[in-house]
Each structure stands twice: as structure tokens, then as C-alpha cells.
């Protein structure tokens, strides 16, 4: 049995007159520190797909497995980064982390907890950042925040929605290093969602593709096995990345332009003119 | 550019409202002089009012005393009857924003209570209480409640499901997502409904005091009306509204400064 396991989920949302089906028939399967990623088009249904495995929905069909046991609500065990951050914007860098410590280890010290947020804020690299109110912050260092948030509750899978997608370009590069040098570090299992696929490759171990939304369902899962670290400016021109790159968006596309052909109206000939004699 | 709008303040908070201010004496000065001559002018109000004026902290005897005497005599019964309205009205509120089933039992008889007048509250208080004072204490929180309570549900309810999601994700206890997350997301629309209050509460004072012949602003003009002294029911009327205006800047100051917390 795999670390995380999902079989047959899926999830509609809305009443049963206006339902629309957002998940159908989804199985994915996460070894113990493994790093998956899965990609796909904005609005496919990836936010919901997260949602579920962090408890904040329940699936309408199918079954959800971390560590063997079924979900059935959020859990510190699963630590979740959402791409808006997501922190409190009274509390300080600090106590927005210690909020989180406080709660995941409520028999430790006081000195214990506080040395804990300490550590993940120097591993997040805002060491120095802790006093700072998030609105103080720039997104980078907000979501860093929330990393070192999630991170410090020692979660058994760390779960990311689209962490960077809020970030310009250059911040999110260094972000993406940022990710690689934690996950190497303490090897926890994680799930990236993500709308880049270059980002998946820099970072998964393995990427599954996330069909063109209503009723997205996932594609094959595409192994990337380039040694790490991986440095982005090598990558871009190592034949297997465009080999994985050019797999992935040849699936992606080809799922889009399946969905737009099922959505279109068939296209109306026109009636081949018949001339009726009258009478 | 910064003389151009240090100028346009002068012009917009000073000068403009002493215009203001100056032409609507003018327009009573000269109603009081012509149509209505029941109205004291404004040169008799300043010269019959100077004495209470000039003395405010002045005691010469139960009814007859400094005005600022009287406005803290005044202020001290509505801190009582508001205190008691937002230790009531707070909890409620939270409770009221919080859960579904409460909010759909409760919300009909708190729309109905609302709008019931002072003037109905207070014979009740009597009735309850046998004695003017504490009379006026429950109808000053019966009335005061409304908008913390409403406010504070309002708040509780506009909290933005990502505070939510973290609540949840972190699996906060009760008393945590109350005190880290809930109250402080609620917080701005909380103080906007502490400042509604306070000023209903100081709309009532009046009421209660006239009713119940207790010393202070509404009681002296109460008093002043049946002594035949009109001039005193301007007084205390430009009294209580320049209490009830520093009253609302101020907690309007307090306000500002939560939502910047917060923000």
C-alpha cells in the first residue's frame, strides 16, 4: 500500500440541477518520500483535488488513504500551503508559525516550541523576518512564512497548491531552489500542484498530468529521473527534460482540444436544398 | 503643492464650518427676533446659560449644578448601561455570526427587539426594578445592544474562508480559533458596531433621565422646561450634541487604529 493512495475519487460540486462535475474517477498513488507534481490547466479542478486530501472536502465517490488510514477531516499530519498564503495578518511572521507549533506539539515547552519556530524560520531563510507583520512581507517571504508553517508541524506528507503561482518570475525561481534545498534536506513526501510544468520538472520526482476540466481525471505519470540538485540553466538544454517537457504539454494540449471538441455544438451543415415539386 | 493643501485644510475643516456654524446662529438670532419669539435669542442663551458655563463643575445645589457636572453624572450612567451592552451584546453577537441553527432562532425576536423605543423600555425597567436608576441602566442596554450584536455576527460571518481553512488545517482548538483567528478577523466590524452603540446609548441618556428626574444633561432640561428657563434647553441640547460628537471621533479614533492592526 502506497504512502498516499487515492482510487476511484470524485467530486462534484453544486446542486443536482446545476452540477458540475470537477474530479471523476481519479487514482494516484504516492510512495513515502517521493515528490510528485501534478500539472494542469488553471480552473481543472487541481485546488479541489488538494482540498480532499487535506480533509477540506470530502470526495462524493471513492476512497482516501494517508498513512494507511482514511480521511475523514483536516489534520496536522498533513501540512497544507495554499498559494494566497493564507496567514493571519494580525500575528507576526513568528506567531503564525508558532500558532501552528503550538497546536502540532502541545505537550512541548514553551522554550521547546519557540526554538522549533526558530528553526524552520532560519530554514525557510527569514531568520531575521520573524517580527514582521505578513502585510510587511513581500509575497515571496509571505509564502516562505507559510512554508516554514507547514513544515514545522512535521507533517507526514506536505501538501502545495500552486505555492509560487502569486510570485513573479524571478522570485519564483528562487522559491523553486528554495523547495528543492528543504525537500533534500528532510525528504518529507509531497504532493506540488502546479500550472508549470518546467517548475514540475525541476522539482518531482515524478509528474502526472491533470486533464482539461469538468470531470478532470489524471493522464499517465511521467518519471523524471535526472540527478539532483538540478540547476535550471543545465536543464533547459538536457534532451531528457525536453523529452519530459514536450510529453507533458503533448498531453495537456491534446486533453484540451478533446474537451473543446466535446463542448463545442456539433457543427450545423447546411441542409442539402431540396426542391419539393408542389402539388 | 504641500502650502496649496495645508491651505485647502485650513479652508475645508476650519473656515468653512465657522461659516457654517456662523450663518446658522445668524438664522436663529433672527427667527427669534422675528417669527418665533418663544425662541431665546442666541445673546440671552450665552448671557442666562454663562453661570453654568463658566462654572461647569459648579454644585449650588441637587438640580442646580455645573453643566459639565451634570454631562458626567450623564456619562457615568450611560459607561454602566454600556458596559452591560457589549458584555452582553459581544458574546451574543459571536454566537449569533457563529452558528446557523442559533442565528435562525434568535434573529426574528433580535429584529423585533431592535427597534423598540427607549420611552418603551423604561416603564418596564421600573417595573422590574422598582427604582429609576437601575432603570435606566436596562434601558440604556437594551437599546445600546443591537448594533454590537449585529455587527459582531456580521463580522464572524465575513470572515474570509482562507482564515477558515487555516482554523482548520491547523486543527485549532475552540478557544484558540476564537481567540487568534475569529475575534481578531471580526474585530473591525466589532468596533464599528461599538461605536453605534455608544452613540445610541448616549441618545438615550436623555430619555431616561427626562422620565426619571435623575441629575444630569436630560434631567436639568427636563427640569428647566417646567422652571420656564428655555434658554437652558439650548444649552443642554448643544451640550449633549457636542458630547455625542466627541463621543463618536473618539471611538471612531479607537476604530482606525484596530483596522490598521489588522490590515
Do not use: S
Given at each position: 500500500m502506497s504512502f498516499v493512495s487515492l482510487s476511484g475519487v470524485s467530486k462534484s460540486y453544486g446542486t443536482t440541477a446545476r452540477r458540475s462535475e470537477v474530479l471523476c474517477d481519479v487514482n494516484l498513488e504516492i510512495e513515502r518520500g517521493e515528490f510528485v507534481a501534478i500539472v494542469g490547466f488553471s480552473g481543472a479542478g487541481k485546488t479541489t483535488l488538494i482540498s480532499l486530501i487535506a480533509g477540506l472536502a470530502a470526495p462524493d465517490a471513492g476512497s482516501i488513504r494517508v498513512a494507511d488510514k482514511p480521511v475523514t477531516g483536516p489534520s496536522t499530519q498533513r501540512g497544507v500551503v495554499f498559494q494566497n498564503y493564507s496567514l493571519l495578518p494580525w500575528l507576526t511572521a513568528r506567531e503564525n508559525v508558532a500558532l501552528a507549533v503550538g497546536q502540532a506539539f502541545p505537550k512541548a515547552s514553551a522554550e521547546e516550541q519557540a526554538e522549533r519556530v526558530t528553526r524552520y524560520l532560519v530554514l525557510v531563510g527569514l531568520g531575521s523576518a520573524g517580527g514582521k507583520k505578513p502585510s510587511e512581507l513581500s509575497g515571496g517571504m509571505r509564502q516562505r512564512v507559510a512554508v516554514a508553517r507547514a513544515l514545522a508541524m512535521d507533517p507526514e506528507v506536505l501538501l502545495l497548491d500552486e505555492p509560487l503561482g502569486a510570485l513573479d518570475a524571478l522570485t519564483r525561481a528562487s522559491l523553486q531552489g528554495e523547495i528543492a534545498r528543504i525537500w533534500q534536506a528532510d525528504r518529507k513526501t509531497v504532493l506540488l500542484i502546479t500550472n508549470d510544468v518546467e517548475e514540475a520538472i525541476l522539482l518531482a520526482d515524478r509528474i502526472i498530468p491533470l486533464s482539461h476540466g469538468p470531470a478532470a481525471t489524471l493522464g499517465p505519470a511521467v518519471s523524471?529521473?535526472?540527478?539532483?540538485?538540478?540547476d535550471r540553466r543545465e536543464l533547459s538544454r538536457d534532451p531528457r527534460f525536453k523529452a519530459i517537457r514536450g510529453e507533458l504539454v503533448a498531453w495537456l494540449l491534446a486533453s484540451g482540444k478533446q474537451r473543446k471538441a466535446a463542448s463545442?455544438?456539433?457543427?450545423?451543415?447546411?441542409?442539402?436544398h431540396v426542391v419539393e415539386a408542389s402539388a | 503643492m504641500l502650502k496649496l493643501s495645508v491651505t485647502e485644510k485650513w479652508v475645508s475643516y476650519v473656515l468653512l464650518p465657522a461659516l457654517g456654524i456662523l450663518g446658522v446662529i445668524g438664522l436663529w438670532a433672527l427667527a427669534s427676533a422675528t417669527v418665533v419669539s418663544a425662541l431665546p435669542s442666541p445673546w440671552k442663551t450665552w448671557e442666562i446659560s454663562k453661570p453654568y458655563i463658566v462654572e461647569p463643575f459648579q454644585k449650588r445645589g441637587e438640580l442646580d449644578q455645573g453643566i459639565l457636572r451634570f454631562t458626567w453624572y450623564s456619562l457615568g450612567r450611560v459607561a454602566k448601561g454600556y458596559a452591560i451592552a457589549l458584555v452582553i451584546g459581544t458574546p451574543l453577537g459571536l454566537v449569533l455570526g457563529s452558528s446557523r441553527l442559533f442565528a435562525s432562532s434568535f434573529d426574528p425576536i433580535i429584529q423585533i427587539l431592535r427597534p423598540v423605543s427607549p420611552l418603551a423600555w423604561l416603564p418596564l425597567g421600573l417595573v422590574l426594578f422598582g427604582k429609576p436608576e437601575p432603570a435606566g441602566t436596562f434601558t440604556i442596554a437594551m437599546c445600546s445592544m443591537w448594533p454590537t450584536v449585529l455587527n459582531t455576527a456580521l463580522g464572524v460571518r465575513s470572515i474570509p474562508n482562507d482564515y477558515v481553512n487555516v482554523v482548520k488545517v491547523l486543527e485549532l482548538s475552540r478557544s484558540r480559533a476564537l481567540f487568534k483567528v475569529y475575534i481578531p478577523a471580526a474585530l473591525p466590524y466589532m468596533f464599528t458596531g461599538f461605536r453605534l452603540s455608544l452613540g445610541i446609548a448616549w441618545l438615550v441618556i436623555v430619555a431616561a433621565e427626562m422620565l426619571t428626574?435623575?441629575?444630569g444633561v436630560g434631567g436639568f432640561l427636563w427640569q428647566e422646561y417646567n422652571s420656564l428657563i428655555y434658554e437652558h434647553i439650548i444649552l443642554c441640547i448643544l451640550t449633549i450634541g457636542l458630547v455625542g460628537y466627541a463621543l463618536d471621533r473618539l471611538m471612531m479614533l479607537v476604530e482606525r487604529r484596530f483596522k490598521a492592526a489588522s490590515a
Open positions: 523524471v529521473d535526472l540527478e539532483r540538485p538540478r463545442l455544438p456539433p457543427v450545423a451543415l447546411p441542409a442539402p | 428626574g435623575a441629575p
